[in-house]
């Protein structure tokens, strides 16, 4: 919302409405910026390919995939989720989980308990295994980073009544680092990637995100357009 | 005598505990699903029908897990 800059003809307070704004959105759809685009999308996969699975944790300009903060001329360039060689550990725990209840019957105790209260204890406990797994599978599914063309996001629930949002223009991005530390990490090749910011959060950092350096491609793929479009006076 | 008491009050501690564990579980199954629409809410991709459709499978087996419980304990 642009506010006139000459004070003696409006009270400052008035909204002077902005045509040059209005051009510039019109200007977003024409051919030249159409091939822009794809040839940006071509440039991205050509970096971190195709996107073979839905539940991949690197997802290139996905068509399906929406978030609520998002502008409507806003496009989603990259989604990462974090390796799904993370998800190992809980996967491990919830497999033990299942199998618990046909260890019981060698506990001396438990097994002299009434057949009903045996029956009615195994149904809770695979309602709190499928909890658990359900829980975990969420906290990864819903923690997501994203890159657009106009800003890098971080979304993150640690619960119902926790969500995290945070989010750094392009152009506010200073310093990328990465971090693969490990012999895990090494050999799934994922890791931690670190943004410096010259905004108000001053790191964003997508934690234990698959092909690091693919992501610090796009990252600097996308900070060039960025610039470009600053110099050529096409910025939102 | 003795013992056969204990084992009453035992019985009706077990009943007791059980029946609240499984409404603090339905409490639990609701969240879940509250958690999962405003998850799916702010997130939108492929497989959120597909976890909203499990958050409310869940929800039923809690419903079924207390209604077993009133009733078998």
Not at chain 1, 61 to 77: G, L, R, S, T, Y
Not at chain 1, 187 to 205: D, K, L, M, S, W
Request: charged residues 20%; aromatic residues 10%.
């Amino acid at each position: 919302m642009t506010r006139s800059n000459d004070l003696d003809l409006v009270a400052p307070d008035d909204v002077i409405e902005n045509k040059m704004e209005e051009t510039r959105n019109e200007k977003l759809e024409t051919p030249t910026d159409t091939v822009k685009t794809a040839n940006l999308k071509e440039k991205i996969y050509g970096i971190v390919g195709h996107t073979k699975h839905p539940l991949s944790s690197l997802l290139v300009n996905p068509h399906v995939f929406n978030f609520e903060e998002k502008d409507d001329a806003e496009k989603i360039i990259l989604v990462a989720r974090p390796h799904w060689i993370t998800n190992l550990s809980w996967i491990l725990i919830t497999v033990l989980l299942i199998i618990g209840p046909s260890l019981l019957k060698f506990v001396p105790l438990i097994g002299e308990m009434p057949a009903k209260l045996q029956m009615i204890s195994i149904f809770a406990w695979y309602m709190i295994t499928f909890a658990f797994a359900f829980e975990k599978f969420l906290s990864w599914y819903f923690d997501v980073y994203i890159i657009t063309d106009e800003r890098v996001i971080d979304i993150n629930f640690n619960n119902l009544l926790d969500k995290k949002f945070s989010e750094t223009k392009l152009s506010m991005i200073q310093d990328i680092t990465s971090r693969v530390s490990g012999m895990g990490q090494t050999i799934f090749n994922y890791g931690n990637v670190y943004i410096q910011t010259a905004a108000e959060i001053p790191e964003i950092t997508f934690e234990m995100v698959p092909n690091p350096e693919k992501i610090i491609k796009v990252l600097q793929v996308m900070r060039e357009e960025e610039e470009k479009e600053i110099l050529e006076g096409r910025v939102r | 005598m003795m013992f056969g008491n204990l084992n009453n009050y035992l019985l009706i501690a077990v009943k007791i505990c059980g029946i609240l564990g499984t409404l603090i579980y339905l409490i639990f199954s609701l969240v879940i699903v509250k958690q999962v629409s405003t998850m799916s809410k702010n997130v939108k991709d492929k497989f959120n029908g597909v976890l909203i459709a499990f958050s409310y499978i869940h929800l039923m087996a809690a419903v079924l897990l207390v209604f077993l419980a009133l009733t078998i304990l």
